[in-house]
């Protein structure tokens, strides 16, 4: 893109000058002068009454789409090796894209030391083939040796489709990914789909602080980047049977820089239950009142053996902690049973647990949207219900 100014229109109105909100026009001689800070943004060019501004399009887009074939989902490894969920989830995910467009789903492995029984788990859960970067440069996550190994895999084998975990991982290292393959990605994303017609990947993730669902697609550019939120689709079913080839790539470790260096890391000491994980989840919200209140909430979710969950109002009012937040702005959590107590259902909270099993709704107001989306709903006062609810579940339980 570039920002032109045609010197024969412009007449030095100063109009351009007052919309830019970067200050990067000037009028000299009777003429808007443009610089450094300008950041193309076009506010200038609907300023212009005498079209004497134009920002000039330039596309790159993909030379040839019809290249580019399958769908790849970045296997994320935890602490020992482990496969975070997330990768299951994912592949679950691309089984019904693969479908959709008669390809095969590929997992991408970065590592050291990587056991055999963890590749042949990711051709169990649905992977026709697995590439796997294994070397010491691998052993812990840097953003720059991911980001090229992942670049050049790309460049050599095309795929239509690259899916990654909205992680702490997966949205570091993703967009340094976009920029060099040169393609769009979407983050955040909690459904995809296809157009078959078009071989289109459809991805929908939340907008406007969760007010509404964008689908947004990447018509001109291969490959197709998204990162998905934690828990909002199925983990791929297990099949022992299935077979599977595993292609094992190497780099030499002359070619990955990086100007970082791990040097250590710590684990986090806490006794906080990780409710991304929790298959029981009894949260509180607004109508909790306080913080001493959420002892009511917590009381109850240990006689179930669950985790505690709070809306963005409780944990914005101080009441408890952010690790605790379901919600757009908190964790995506998919319990078989969640049990929300005092919160009204902010769309933005829905994103975050909707997908859950069993949702039990307790709220004064019979009009709370949090009833819309409930498989079962009480309408009464919560210092009632939950401690009547904590004494049955705690005789029932012992039995």
Sequence with gaps: ??????????????????????????????????????TLCGACESACPFD?????????????????????????????????????????????????????????????????????????????????????????????????ALTNLIKEYKPEIVLCGATSVGRSFFPRVAVEVKTGLTADCTALDIDKEKRLLLQTRPAFGGNIMATIICPNNRPQLSTVRH?????????????????????????????????????????????????????GGRGVGS????????TLASVLGGAVGASRAAVDSEWI????????TGKTVCPKIYIACGISGAIQHLVGMQSSDIIIAINKDPEAPIFKVATYGIVGDLFEIVPKMTEKFKKNLKK
């Design 321 to 328: 902690s952010y690790a605790h937040q379901v919600g757009q």
């Design 231 to 283: 828990k909002v689709m199925k983990e791929a079913e297990i099949n022992k049977n299935k077979k599977g080839l595993i292609i094992k790539k190497e780099y030499n470790s002359k070619n990955i820089h990086s100007r970082t260096k791990v040097i250590d890391v710590v684990e986090e000491l806490t006794n906080t239950v990780n409710i991304s994980e929790a298959s029981i989840i009894v949260s």
């Design 52 to 148: 004497a501004i134009i920002l000039r399009r330039t596309h790159e887009g993909t030379s040839d789409l019809s290249q580019y074939k399958g769908v790849w989902v970045f296997a994320e490894l935890a602490k020992g090796n482990k496969i975070n969920s997330i990768t299951f989830e994912l592949l679950g995910a691309g089984k019904k894209l693969v479908s959709d467009l008669n390809t095969e789903l590929c997992a991408v492995v970065f590592g050291h030391n990587i056991h055999e029984n963890t590749l042949q788990e990711l051709i169990h859960r649905g992977a026709d083939k697995v590439y796997v970067v294994d070397s010491h440069e691998f052993a812990h996550f840097n953003d720059e040796p991911y980001s090229y």
């Design 291 to 298: 913080p001493e209140n959420f002892k009511l909430i917590e």
């Design 1 to 38: 893109m570039a920002l032109e100014i045609l010197k024969d229109k412009c007449v030095g109105c100063g109009k351009c000058v007052k919309a830019c909100p970067f200050g990067a026009l000037k009028i000299f001689e009777k003429t808007a002068v443009v610089n450094d800070k300008c």
